[in-house]
């Protein structure tokens, strides 16, 4: 296409208003780069009017004929369509039937009084441009020189290639699903059973996630990323399970050894490493392992909330972790924030397809991939709980997804006026009494005159610092 696209415009000359109208239109047009052909400036004295405007119409050079559409040109063109037509700018049913039906873009200027665009029958069902709103008319223009220069808003991104795991055979999650499926009927017949399938479960969960090892067959960024991401979705259905079975686990309250948990997350960091003795790798390689662990550390903690079972989640936070390392032979406890996993492999890939610079690709993914029975509240909850647990205990651990999050404050905090409220969840906070949590509050705020910024880059929006949430002296002050 010429950087000058071509375009005739079609209009009656209804009255002199209008026919003003449809002049400034076409100087607009000029003057954003479009080559426009009316005859109010290009038919001659001498010319004939139909065949200057049939050969405009017909004309290889026109790539677009703009029809202006108001009442009188829809009542006009159905005259001509019997023969009676006067006006040769109107076009005629056997001259649009004739070119390409692509060439031709509607503008509707006028509607009935029933909200329906004037259009002749020949163009019913055609898509139009609507400038019969003033208000519109700068976003409708917009359409318009997009049409006409080819640049759509949204174009169709290139096709990719299937994900592997559709053509898989056997799903990974094929026993880990059979757990979630006879829980509730083996649990009810035997609940001295349930330590056991907790132990069951988490073997054959532990045993299926080390199938997704990826072996990458390309390093660019764009290939890497989307084998990533790929694999991230395989995983889902497992991913699902586990977020099911623990569901069920946590409605039954404290009836469980949580040990059986805790041990099997000392196991996940293990998952980031290569599984043989190599010596060197790339640290992206296991960024889809990365992922898995930090979730589901989140879901966790999100069905701890769902289901109100606030020692689960005390437990999670505040028990120490003896995690297995490649690196080092002696074992020392460390905190929840180790399971910590940010990955940024991802970034440009999912930018890319997305077309779109997000705070956090991670983030974005992880809310995208919010499954059935589970909240976007209550994952950006389990997300914020463990920043300020993390933070009272002098820890780190950036909440992710809090640009996500629909509420301003978490009602946890908001509720912890309640004596009775605070009672039960004091634990998460790793104090005995109200006294002592004020204490920390206290303290914490002493220690952090002037805090940091806690927020990504560019956002406006913050993570406000606890002691901003919740008003220290009135924790659990009433009923």
């Known amino acids: 296409m010429s950087n000058h696209p071509k375009v005739f415009i079609s209009y009656s000359w209804s009255n002199p208003d209008h026919e003003n109208w449809v002049v400034n239109l076409a100087e607009r047009l000029v003057a954003d780069g479009v080559d426009v052909t009316i005859d109010k400036w290009d038919l001659k004295e001498g010319?004939?009017?139909?065949?200057?405007?049939e050969s405009m119409v017909k004309s290889n050079d026109i790539q677009r004929v703009l029809i202006i559409l108001d009442k009188k040109y829809a009542d006009k063109a159905e005259q001509r369509a019997g023969g009676v037509g006067t006006e040769t700018q109107i076009i005629s049913p056997q001259i649009y039937e004739n070119v390409s039906q692509e060439?031709?873009?509607?503008?509707?200027?006028?509607?009935?009084?029933?909200?329906?665009?004037?259009?002749?029958?020949?163009?019913?069902?055609?898509?139009?441009l609507d400038f019969s709103e003033q208000t519109d008319f700068e976003n409708n223009y917009e359409n318009l020189l997009r049409n006409i220069f080819k640049r759509p808003a949204y174009s169709k991104p290139k096709i990719g290639t299937p994900p592997p795991y559709l053509f898989e055979d056997t799903p990974h999650h094929q026993k880990t699903s059979s757990l979630v499926r006879s829980f509730d009927n083996l649990v009810n017949k035997n609940p001295n059973r349930l330590n056991p399938m907790i132990r069951d479960f988490l073997d054959e969960y532990y045993t299926s996630i080390d199938e997704f090892v990826i072996t990458f067959t390309s390093r660019d960024?764009?290939?890497?990323?989307?084998?990533?991401?790929?694999?991230?979705?395989?995983?889902?259905?497992?991913?699902?399970?586990?977020?099911?079975?623990?569901d069920k686990v946590f409605k039954l309250g404290d009836q469980f050894d949580i040990d059986i948990l805790i041990h099997f997350l000392e196991r996940t960091p293990q998952l980031t490493y290569p599984r043989d003795e190599r010596g060197q790798w790339y640290d992206g390689d296991y960024d889809n392992f990365r992922f898995f662990v930090h979730e589901i550390f989140l879901?966790?903690?999100?069905?701890?909330?769902?289901?109100?079972?606030?020692?689960?989640?005390?437990?999670?936070?505040?028990?120490?972790?003896?995690?297995?390392?490649?690196y080092e032979d002696k074992v020392k406890p460390k905190q929840f924030t180790e399971l910590y996993g940010h990955i940024a492999s991802i970034k440009q890939y999912y930018n890319q397809t997305f077309s779109q610079n997000f705070f956090s690709p991670m983030a974005d993914l992880i809310i995208k991939r919010i499954p059935k029975g589970m909240s976007k509240d209550q994952l950006i909850d389990a997300d914020l709980i463990c920043h300020y647990v993390a933070e009272l205990s002098g820890s780190y651990w950036f909440p992710i997804t809090y640009i996500y999050r629909s509420r301003r404050n978490l009602d946890l905090l908001g509720k912890l006026v309640s004596q009775r409220f605070f009672e039960k969840v004091k634990g998460i906070f790793n104090v005995a009494?109200?006294?002592?949590?004020?204490n920390l509050l206290q303290s914490y705020k002493e220690r952090n005159k002037n805090p940091e910024r806690v927020s990504y880059s560019g956002s406006f929006d913050r993570v406000l610092p606890i002691y901003e949430i919740v008003e220290i002296d009135n924790v659990a002050t009433i009923r």
């Open 433 to 438: 009494n109200a006294e002592e949590f004020r």
């Open 299 to 326: 879901y966790l903690i999100a069905l701890g909330l769902k289901n109100e079972n606030y020692r689960v989640i005390d437990e999670l936070l505040h028990s120490n972790y003896f995690f297995k390392s490649r």
């Open 221 to 246: 960024t764009i290939d890497t990323g989307k084998t990533i991401c790929d694999n991230i979705q395989s995983y889902t259905p497992l991913r699902d399970d586990f977020i099911l079975f623990f």
């Open 47 to 53: 010319q004939d009017k139909y065949t200057f405007m």
């Open 103 to 128: 060439k031709f873009i509607p503008i509707v200027t006028e509607k009935d009084d029933k909200g329906d665009a004037h259009m002749p029958t020949y163009l019913k069902g055609r898509i139009y």
